[in-house]
Structures are given as C-alpha cells and as structure tokens.
C-alpha cells in the first residue's frame, strides 16, 4: 500500500499554542468532529541516513522516513561507495556516519509524520506525533499541525477521526519542544512510543518519552548490542509493555524449531542438547542472543559461563536440568548482501545425544543463504534434520501496525524471560 | 509430554481491539462454549489487552452477577488460571438488553460507547446472536435501527445455526439480515468449519500436487460421508424434535464437508473465492434421486438398545419426546454432483445419534485396477481408499494392496497413516477458539455465505416436502441403539454393490 498524506497541509503554529488549537479542534461544540477513540503514537523518526543520502544527492526527496525501495538501494551503494565493510546493513548509523563526512548541500521537502504509511492510517490513530530531528543541531523548533482521517473509500468517513503533529528541529530544540507533549496524550488512550532509532543515539530522550505506561515498541538490532540488551531488560524488569521488532522478526525461527519437535518421538531429544550454534549476520549478535536465551529458558538451562571470543563470537555454558553441560556459540558471519537489518541469523545447529540412541543434528539454515559452516564438522553419524526458515520481508512499518494492532499492555512473556538472558550474556 | 519449544508460541493474526457482544448471555452455550473459547483465546494472548465482552440478556445481571456466573459454570479452567481469569473478567460487562424493545438498544448503544471509552475497544463491534433462532431477523433488524451495524468496517453480528427451516425461510432471512448490513458483516456460523481437520481437507486437496488430479470421476468410485455419534437426544428433545437429523446434522455440517470434499480449486486463497466455489458445487449437487427421493434416502430412529446392565432408552422413551414421534435420528442417503469433475459418481451422507462410535470421516474410493493380475487375499483386490478422519482420532489413511510376504504374488491391502497427535502432538483448539477468532478478525473464510446456505436448503427441499406433505412415503425405519442404524441403509448401498466402511 502506498503512504498517504494528510488531507489538508499542515498548519506551523508555535509549539506552545499546539495544544489549545488541537483542544479547540475536537472540542464537543463542533459536533461533526469526532476524534477516533483509539491510541495515540509518538514516534522518534530520525531517519539519519535518509537525510544525509538527500543532502549529498544519492536519494532523491522527499524525506519520509519511510523505508522505500530506492532508499535502500541507496543506503546499500553508499556502503560500496563509502568503502565500508560489505557486511554492513544500508541504513545503520555506520551508513549515516560515513555519508556525513562526504559532501553535499541539497535540500528536499521534509515530510516526516505527514507522510503516513497505510498499514498505520488504517488502524485510524487519533493522534500521531513525530519527532523529527534534523541534521543541522541548530536548526530551530518548527512545529506542524494537521487533522487528518483515513480516506472514505478505505472505509473512513467524511469527519476528521484524528491528527498528526510534527516537532522539527535540531536535538536541542526538540528538546525544548519535548514541554507540550504530556498534555497532547490523554490518559484514558493507550498511548505507544515507536522508538525508530538506534537505541544508544538518545538515551536520555528516550527514558523522557518512553515512561510506564507507555508502551514501547523499539528495534534492538539498533544501536550497540549490549546496550540494546541491558535497555530490553531492563525496561521489561520495569513493567513496561515492551514490543521488539527484532524479536518479532524471530518468529518464523521460533516456528521452524518447534516444528522440528512437534512430532512426540523427538521430544526426548530436547532434554539431551549438548551443542547449539547460531550465525547471524555481521557484528550485531542480539537476535542470535535472544533465540539462544530463548532455547535455554525454554528447556531449562542454568547459565553458567560466558566469553566474548578473539573472533567476535560469543560463547556460553549452560547447566541442563540434569546436571549435564551445553555449550552455545553465537558467531558473526560476513555477508554480501546483508539484510537491511543487522544481525539476522542465517543459520542455526543443534545437537541433542540421547541415551542409546543415535545422535540427532538438527540445521535450520535461513532461505537467504546457505550453512555450509554449519553443515561442516562430522555430523555423519547423527540423524540429520534440515529446515530452510523463511526469511519475513514485511517492511518496518507492517511490523509496527501489527503490534498496535493487536495491542498488549504487557510484555509476550517469552521475550520478558529471553531477554535478561540474553543480557547476561553479552555482558 | 507437550513440546517445551511450542509452549506460547502462536502465529496467529492478530484480532484488534474490540468489544465482543454476546445477546443470550444467560443461556448455555455462553458458559459451555463462548466464554471458554475467549478465554482460552485470552490465556494464548491472542486477544488484545483493548477487550471487552459485553454479555447481553433479558435476565438483570450486575457485571460482578454475570462474571460470577460464568466463573462457576467454568469452575475447574479458573480455578486452574487464577490470575488469568481475574484479568480477563475484568473485561467482563454484562448489560440487560431485550432485543425487542428498541429503548434497551438505545441504551445498549451508550454502554458500549462508554466501554470504548474505558477500554479503548475503537469502536469495533462483533454481536453475537446466541438466541432463539426466531429472534435471528428480527435481532439483526433491532440492531441496524439502533445504528448499531452502520459501518461494515467495524461492526460484525454472528448467526448461530440452524440459518432457516428450509429453502424459503432461509431466503427469507437473507432478505432481513442482507437488509441490515452488508454480507460481509453476516457471519453464518457452522462449528465443524472450525475444525482443524475439516480444514485440513483444502489444504491436503490444493498443497499437495499429488491429490488433485486423481480427485475426479475418472479416477473415484464413491465418495461416503459420515457422522456418527453415540449420545441420543439428552437434553436437547424440544428443539430436536422440531428439526431432526436432516435439518440437525444433513443440512449444514454435512453440507459443508461434501463442499470441501468436492469443491473445484479455487484461484486464490480468499474468502470469496473460497465461499464461491463452494457454493457452486452445492448447486450442482442434488438428490440422486429428486422424483421419488425415497429411492435415494433412508430415515431412522433409535430404539432401545444396550445392554441389561446398562439399558439404553429409544428416542421415543427419551424425556420430552412424543411417545408417536416421527423424527429422524439417523439420514443415509445418496447424492450426485452434476458437473465435469464428479458426474456419475455418488456421494453418500449418513449420520445418526446411537450409533457404536463417535467419529466424522470422509471416505474417498477409487476405482479398481482395470486388470487383476495378481491373486488377492480376499479374493479380489481391494479398491484403494483415502480416509480423512474429522474426529476423533484426527488424520488421514491411505489404503492400497502389496504384496503378501512369500512364495507367489498375492496382494494385500495395508494402511499408510496420518495422524495429528502424532505428528503435532498437541490438541487442536476447539472449533469455537478458531471461529470466534476468525468473527473476531473479520475473515469470513469458515463461515457460510447466504448463496451456500440457500444452495444447501435448495438441495435437501424435495426431502423436507416429501417429509411435510406425505411422509408414509419416507418412513421412519427403528434400528437398535448402538447400531450401525437400519438395515435399509444398508441395502441402499447394497444396490450399487457397495458397503458403509465400518470404521
């Protein structure tokens, strides 16, 4: 579906005159305005790489935030252009780092929180606000306000069911901006922070917009591993509903090894893991983190020890329930084309010894790639149980919708147990 | 031992905010199948923390009355969940509504504003209709005068079974239900669609490339229908005895499972292609025989049976029956499917109550080998048959001949099997968890749409005339309880040379 604009262009107002124009437009004396009674969104919108790949002219405007096409085709030339490592995922901090040193001067229309993708529209927010910083830290507050509704034939009405606002600025106006907010979400919605940064770029920024009860939706394949981690752990030990876009993209990882142990034969295998590997791309191990925290928790294992090894894996021993050792290893691998969010795993290993019985191997190898890696190592002897995992492609954006959609005032508990796991472990 | 790596993982779609309004709160299928499907579908978190269930009846519930109520008739699940239960009832509101005064809609309509207030539930709306099916037209009709039904984007009502009497009421109530909102705000429901198994047939059928171009006439005799069941009447004898095993069982799970069995494939996976293609097999099916359908269709009623320790009563001995009651407990009967795919093959649909087992197959079988070249332990070769198992003991089987072990070349038949248990090893949900969700998604794949309801009445109308106006013509033939029901429907397949596969 493609993004969709508001339907009247937004009007600048200064920051603090935001809240009384927003109050008077859906006061109860002009009837025909009724607000959708349904959630209120902040998003932190920064998209660094879109701007400087605008202003050195690689990426035609105008800025949206949205993750399109030619944005990543763009973002993945910059890394051959910029020299990086070729494992490097388009559109990280790396990307907008590198790019920052090259020149340029271009200049585009930003439309960030005015352009709102279908799969958010849909769900008919009442009230979305966008912080949108920009490159120059000296630029100063702008603030935008606009009512906005889901077009009739989409099943909207003709009344106005809720409405955008936009902070553009610089850091330090944003953060003078930052005054208005608590009165422009009421209490009695749900109100959601979709953090879509890295996690380390604003810690403290973030910790003032994503205070209990809002509930956080935010991607830990952004920003440094093990402050992504300690960030999901705590916030979850906090209480907050936590939603990890990284862990959703787990799923279909999640699915793929239970099916595995479905049929009841095979179950006893899970009691007798002995080994478990797990590759991801590049340098960014939290999703294999997780997965294998998942996998310990799961079947009970005790951590025991962990290292961070010369080769940058990281390596771990685990007590199971009975007593015996389990060795797990997360370990990077180089990739050609990456995906575009670091750190997916492309392969995983499993060996299960149960008593007189043979040994069982089980790989699951990403669709994207192969797991010859994994496949190597005198495996000739065990069952060998092989699974290609779908590689999900639904852009960020789906992802977000289909948290808010089905909207959780809590944790999944299986991230809320995985988590501090994982934690532990890179730490 | 369940699976430790399952435990909690669903990948589901994801039911958005809403409030879940049943009318007929107070009666059994509230506490029986409703509220446990909810809240197995709250403790798999597949509900959204925004939910309410707003129960609705005549009775003057308070909320704590009706969240007391459902507590007790669910004592053993929330004495095992706690927690859970006290979180999800939390959600639970129960307002006292009569569906015939138009003022308790009104006020209907302001509860469930302020509910969206409380809970954030966005204004979507699923009613559901747990009432006395002649309140159906008439509920829906109350509903769409409140307001209720205007945006079909948000609001959904469910119809529970039986949709009509027959053709013409079910045409009828079309006309008032279509008149109230769009159909794809109707959802008709039918719980064996809610079946993994049922279910299971599509997917077996349009997955697998093996199935598809032998599931014709070139390539299968016959095709039987079953759904047994062990237990009488108990304590459903007033509505049974006006509805019987055709309208009870024939009409609709029946119905819908020769649909899936026979549909052509559809273009795409999408309810309306779905629904299309079964409706149209449904209007290419008819009675084998229309003219004299007594040549083509056997009734029955169970008698008594059991054994002395434990006698089983007949269904005329049953409590609130008529001691000269002629209603069906069991139907056989034979049906054909006028199109290129299954001309001139016969389907054959039975059920019945008291029967020795409980179970639902589907029997597919295939023509015989043209020549027998090998000798065969039962003389001939047995045709090969697929049998897709509904319930219990869910999966498939697949029969062909090998060879006997030995000097010489003797054919046998063996079984390859499939079963759910053993290969997922968990128990499926219950059809109700899988259909309120689906109501609750706004995916109306599972439930039947007004041309497949009217399509199913249509096929069974020279029956349910013969039934009315001259029913000597299709007596009631007693058979023995925990019986394979009356001779006579052994003779009807005796007359193609045929027998029921007694599973």
């Given at each position: 579906m493609s993004p969709q604009l508001t339907l009247q262009t937004p009007l600048e107002l200064p920051p603090s005159e935001v809240p009384g124009y927003l109050e008077q437009l859906w006061s109860r004396d002009q009837p025909n305005n009724v607000g959708a009674h349904t959630f209120c969104l902040l998003i932190w919108q920064p998209a660094w790489v879109e701007q400087q790949l605008v202003r050195t002219g690689r990426l035609d405007g105008p800025i949206t935030g949205v993750q399109r096409s030619q944005l990543i085709a763009a973002g993945r030339q910059s890394v051959v252009d910029g020299d990086l490592p070729i494992s490097t995922p388009p559109l990280t901090e790396a990307v907008a780092t590198c790019l920052g040193q090259m020149d340029g001067g271009h200049t585009s229309e930003d439309l960030r929180g005015q352009h709102v993708d279908a799969a958010l529209s849909n769900l008919r927010p009442r009230r979305l606000i966008t912080l949108a910083p920009s490159l120059d830290s000296e630029q100063p507050l702008e603030t935008l306000v606009a009512a906005y509704c889901p077009l009739p034939e989409e099943g909207g009405g003709t009344v106005a069911c809720g409405d955008v606002v936009v902070l553009r600025g610089g850091k330090p106006a944003l953060q003078e901006g930052l005054a208005i907010l608590d009165p422009l979400l009421p209490e009695e919605l749900p109100a959601w922070v979709w953090w879509n940064g890295a996690l380390d770029e604003a810690p403290e920024l973030l910790q003032q917009l994503a205070s209990s009860p809002r509930r956080l939706i935010l991607d830990s394949a952004l920003g440094e591993p093990g402050f992504c981690l300690n960030l999901l752990a705590s916030r979850i030990e906090a209480g907050q509903a936590v939603n990890d876009l990284n862990w959703l993209r787990l799923g279909s990882w999640h699915q793929t090894l239970a099916m595995v142990f479905d049929p009841p034969h095979r179950r006893d295998a899970l009691g007798h893991v002995v080994q478990l590997d797990i590759d991801v791309e590049g340098d960014h191990p939290v999703q294999g983190l997780l997965l294998g925290s998942w996998i310990a928790d799961r079947l009970g294992w005790e951590l025991q020890h962990t290292q961070r090894n010369p080769d940058q894996s990281i390596s771990a021993n685990f007590k199971r329930t009975d007593g015996a050792d389990v060795q797990m290893r997360v370990s990077p691998v180089p990739m050609g084309q990456p995906s575009i969010h670091p750190g997916q795993i492309v392969g995983l290993r499993l060996i299960c010894k149960p008593d007189n019985q043979p040994p069982i191997c089980v790989i699951l190898c990403a669709e994207s790639g192969g797991c010859m890696r994994l496949e190597a190592g005198g495996m000739a002897s065990m069952e060998l149980i092989e699974e290609v995992v779908p590689v999900q492609h639904s852009p960020v954006e789906a992802d977000v919708s289909r948290q808010l959609e089905g909207g959780h005032d809590s944790t999944n508990p299986l991230l809320a147990a995985a988590a501090p796991l994982a934690a532990k472990l890179i730490s | 031992m369940t699976n430790p790596l399952r435990v909690g993982l669903r990948q589901e779609r994801v039911i958005a905010p809403q409030c879940l309004v049943i009318f007929g709160a107070s009666g059994d299928l509230t506490h029986r199948k409703l509220v446990p499907a909810l809240f197995e579908l709250f403790r798999q978190r597949r509900l959204p923390s925004e939910f309410a269930l707003l129960g609705c009846a005549r009775r003057p519930w308070s909320d704590e009355e009706f969240r007391q109520k459902m507590a007790e008739a669910m004592e053993t699940s929330v004495n095992e969940n706690r927690a859970a239960w006290e979180q999800f009832s939390a959600g639970m509101f129960y307002e006292p509504v009569d569906l015939q005064q138009p003022e308790d809609l009104v006020k209907l309509g302001h509860r469930?504003?302020?509910?969206?207030?409380?809970?954030?539930?966005?204004?979507?709306?699923?009613?559901?209709?747990?009432?006395?099916?002649?309140?159906?037209?008439?509920?829906?009709?109350?509903?769409?005068?409140?307001?209720?039904?205007?945006?079909?984007?948000?609001?959904?009502?469910?119809?529970?079974?039986?949709?009509?009497?027959?053709?013409?009421?079910?045409?009828?109530?079309?006309?008032?239900?279509?008149?109230?909102?769009?159909?794809?705000?109707?959802?008709?429901?039918?719980?064996?669609?809610?079946?993994?198994?049922?279910?299971?047939?599509?997917?077996?059928?349009?997955?697998?490339?093996?199935?598809?171009?032998?599931?014709?006439?070139?390539?299968?005799?016959?095709?039987?229908?079953?759904?047994?069941?062990?237990?009488?009447?108990?304590?459903?004898?007033?509505?049974?005895?006006?509805s019987g095993a055709l309208r009870d069982m024939v009409q609709n799970h029946l119905t819908q499972m020769l649909a899936i069995t026979a549909m052509e494939t559809p273009g795409r996976f999408d309810p309306e292609a779905i629904r299309s293609e079964k409706a149209k097999v449904l209007q290419a099916a008819r009675l084998a025989d229309e003219n004299e359908p007594w040549n083509c269709c056997i009734r029955g009623q169970y008698g008594p049976g059991g054994t002395q320790d434990s006698p089983l009563p007949g269904y005329r001995q049953e409590h609130g029956v008529d001691a000269n009651s002629t209603t069906e407990t069991y139907v056989a009967m034979k049906l054909f499917i006028d199109n290129w795919r299954w001309q001139g093959v016969p389907f054959y649909v039975r059920t019945g109550k008291r029967l020795p087992k409980r179970l639902s197959e589907v029997v597919l079988t295939f023509r015989e080998a043209p020549v027998h070249l090998f000798d065969a332990a039962g003389g001939g070769p047995t045709a090969n048959q697929l049998v897709l198992r509904i319930q219990p003991d869910e999966g498939a089987e697949f029969r062909f001949e090998v060879k006997s072990p030995g000097s010489g070349m003797r054919s046998r038949p063996v079984e390859m099997e499939f079963s759910y248990d053993e290969s997922f090893g968990e128990p499926s949900d219950e059809g109700y968890v899988r259909l309120l969700a689906d109501a609750?998604?706004?995916?109306?794949?599972?439930?039947?749409?007004?041309?497949?309801?009217?399509?199913?009445?249509?096929?069974?109308?020279?029956?349910?005339?013969?039934?009315?106006?001259?029913?000597?013509?299709?007596?009631?033939?007693?058979?023995?309880?925990?019986?394979?029901?009356?001779?006579?429907?052994?003779?009807?397949?005796?007359?193609?040379?045929?027998?029921?596969?007694?599973?």
């Open positions: - | 469930l504003d302020e509910i969206d207030r409380t809970r954030a539930t966005r204004s979507n709306r699923t009613f559901y209709l747990s009432v006395s099916p002649k309140f159906y037209g008439s509920g829906c009709r109350s509903l769409a005068d409140a307001g209720l039904l205007k945006d079909p984007q948000r609001s959904r009502v469910v119809i529970e079974k039986p949709f009509g009497r027959d053709y013409g009421s079910a045409q009828n109530l079309n006309r008032v239900v279509q008149s109230c909102g769009q159909e794809n705000q109707i959802f008709r429901i039918d719980h064996y669609l809610g079946k993994e198994t049922v279910q299971n047939i599509m997917v077996l059928r349009f997955a697998n490339t093996i199935f598809e171009p032998i599931w014709n006439r070139n390539y299968i005799s016959s095709v039987q229908i079953t759904a047994a069941e062990t237990v009488g009447v108990e304590e459903r004898a007033g509505y049974y005895e006006t609750m998604l706004g995916d109306p794949t599972l439930f039947t749409r007004s041309d497949e309801v009217e399509a199913a009445w249509r096929l069974y109308t020279p029956l349910l005339e013969l039934i009315e106006d001259s029913p000597w013509q299709l007596p009631i033939h007693p058979y023995e309880s925990r019986t394979w029901g009356p001779a006579a429907s052994d003779a009807l397949l005796a007359r193609d040379g045929l027998l029921w596969r007694r599973p």
